[in-house]
């Protein structure tokens, strides 16, 4: 059964199972997901605790089943940790967890909790995952997007008795606290923890805010390129700032750019030729946020200008190679924010 992780909580005090499944890259929830389902467990007697990291196609399953049919010498009831990092068990480990899913459930001594990494879809429709899912509970730790930051950060100041200034000062505060953690959640809840140092129990004025939060963002060029066809200048100009500052390669960045370019130009002449749009962004593998933000972006974008960033693309390729273009600035970076800014101006929305 899937569960979010909003409700994980309510479930833990109402019917605590036998079988937990974490999937996800979000460390400091899957981490605190993990916690709670531990301190549950403890509450009612698991007391004994052993922990399996699944590391290699030669891991020994049979100690994990083993500890999973047997008692306790201690009458204490146990709790099997197992973590399987690669988020790929293998053939062997296939088949055991699809034994320990059912032998778990029959077994009120033992409780077992699984942490996976974020699973594809193929993970998620395979024997072992559909035994453990069907057989215990599973959840899905998604990441804190963007536009959820700062209602999560006011949460999280509001577990510790502190909240912003009311009306617009408050919504700046929230939002300049966001553009400071964005994409390091584990760093956000760490400076959330700060101010709870330096500030207990009190209304945060924007000063205090600004004065005590570290610049501790991180960026992809996957969440890259989702800014820019959202047409947001500012965060797409922050990001570039923070992936030259971190030393993404140059030639990863462009990559993604001009792959957006060479999509929309791929479905916009698909389109025209009378092809269903839905039919040709699966064809392209277009899915997810890029899914609406290329449905969004499509009927703004002309023929005529596609080619235009397609040449753009090119022209900087060039650049990024240690070429030189009258038009273009020969610093590869400033190539870059040139072009994802015509691209996020011409994808900006009305």
Known sequence: MQLTTARLIEQLSQDLRQLYTLHGDEALLLQEAADAI???ARAQGFLERHVFTVAGAHFDWSEIESACAAMSLFADK???DIRIPSGKPG???SEALQRIAQTCVGNDGVLVL????RLDKTAKSSGWFTALDTHGISLQIDPVERAALPAWIAQRLAMQQQRVLAGEEGQRSLQFFADRVEGNLLAAHQEIQKLALLYPAQELSFEQIENAVLNVA???VFKLSETVLAGQHQRVQRMLDGLRAEGASEVLVHFALAEDIRALKRVKDAVASGRPLPQVLREQRIWGPKERLFERVL???SPAMLDRLLQSAHQVDGVVKGL???QWPSDSWQA???LALMLSRACQPA
């Open 38 to 40: 531990r301190a549950s």
């Open 78 to 80: 146990q709790l099997i």
């Open 91 to 93: 053939k062997d480990g």
């Open 114 to 117: 699984v942490s996976l990494p």
């Open 218 to 220: 991180r960026f992809n």
């Open 299 to 301: 009927p703004k974008l």
């Open 324 to 326: 030189r273009f009258a």
């Open 336 to 338: 870059l924010g040139r």
